[in-house]
């Protein structure tokens, strides 16, 4: 790995960075308050560090860092340290073959997923890339699989459920993409609904070609133009300005329906008589009837007084909320955003027409 100037990961960052990350997870990406903490936690443990894909060797090792299961769930225990054993696991089987990770990247943004990784940085020394999966979030493991074909075979390791009960568990899985993602996704619904995850090694040439680079800055950005914003209005304003986005809507929220199965929180949410679907994160939106916005495309949920970002699983009827909608041409997104049929499962989860919108030339 070569020299390079890197940024300065202070408590300041982090709540930016966790703030914004939460705006690009578009209802999903993990809890805001967990992210804040979290990162904290691994400013006041060591030295986290974030370097640009540009100063790794093209064969070095990157492993990706995640969260998976149902943002609602109620009987999710994951740790902080379940996060780095998740890591250590990865990094003990490669040592085993003779192989190094040179550094951890974060699977997308998000409230947590911003800021995952810096603890496991601060405890193993690791850099992070300035990358992620994807720059928003995402639902499925094949989605932040940046490319990766569904029967490559790859390393995932999940962590987590309540200590000295049925639910703990600790998983190393070899096996085909698709099948790994699965194995893990039920794996944290046995957990309790939440596991943590590293995943799919991959070598810094391939990340720089298929991931989603310098994500920390935008994320950032938002963050900051929210917290120093006057109100929920001009935070919305700035948030939608950043992104070359609109405010969609304003107004009360009139439902929320939810249902928390296989590892997935899939529902609805009617803003004004304006219909919303998710699946993990915010999928369609559709403002008088007509679609105004689709995966990836972001949809994303403030506060209208305060202009803090909601999540799906946090959100509930009567708030008053305002959704701002950006086009996925703002966002950086990774290879995991260009398959058309990894879009196939989101249309049978929310029942509504996807594809043909995010794909429109297919």
Aim: glycine fraction near 12%; charge should be negative; hydrophobic fraction near 40%.
């Amino acid at each position: 790995m070569k020299n390079n100037n890197h940024t300065e990961i202070t408590d300041e960052w982090v709540e930016h960075v966790a703030v914004g990350g939460a705006i690009l997870g578009g209802g999903g990406g993990g809890s805001l308050n967990e992210g804040i903490n979290f990162g904290k936690l691994a400013v006041e443990y060591g030295n986290p560090r974030i370097r640009s894909v540009s100063v790794f060797d093209a064969s070095e090792v990157i492993l990706t860092v995640s969260g998976v299961g149902a943002p609602a769930a109620a009987d999710s225990h994951v740790k902080p340290a379940d996060y780095v054993q998740a890591v250590e696991l990865i990094i003990n089987r490669l040592n085993e073959r003779g192989q190094t990770v040179a550094a951890l990247m974060t699977n997308e943004m998000g409230g947590f997923a911003s800021v995952n990784g810096l603890l496991q940085s601060a405890v193993t020394g690791l850099p992070i890339l300035d990358a992620a999966c994807n720059g928003r979030a995402h639902p499925t493991g094949p989605m932040g699989s940046i490319g990766l074909s569904g029967d490559e075979t790859v390393l995932q390791a999940g962590v987590g459920g309540k200590a000295y009960t049925e639910q703990r568990h600790e998983l190393l899985v070899e096996a085909h993409l698709s099948s790994a993602a699965d194995t893990i996704r039920q794996t944290a619904e046995a957990a309790g609904g939440l596991v943590a995850v590293a995943r799919n090694p991959i070598t810094a040439e391939y990340a720089e070609s298929n991931a989603a680079l310098s994500v920390y800055d935008q994320a950032k950005a938002l963050g900051e133009a929210v917290q120093t914003a006057d109100d929920g209005e001009s935070a919305a304003a700035e948030v939608a300005s950043l992104l070359d986005g609109e405010v969609a809507v304003t107004g009360t929220v009139d439902s929320r329906e939810l249902e928390t199965a296989g590892g997935f929180d899939t529902g609805t949410v009617v803003v004004d008589g304006n219909k919303l679907t998710f699946w993990n994160e915010y999928m369609t939106l559709n403002r008088n009837s007509k679609r105004v916005a689709t995966f990836p495309d972001l949809i994303t949920t403030l506060d209208a007084d305060t202009g803090r970002p909601i999540s799906t699983a946090e959100i509930t009827e009567g708030q008053s909320v305002t959704v701002v909608v950006a086009p996925a041409s703002s966002l950086t997104l990774g290879a995991g955003m260009k398959d058309p049929g990894l879009f196939h499962p989101v249309e049978e989860a929310v029942g509504k027409p996807v594809v043909e919108y995010a794909f429109p030339e297919v």
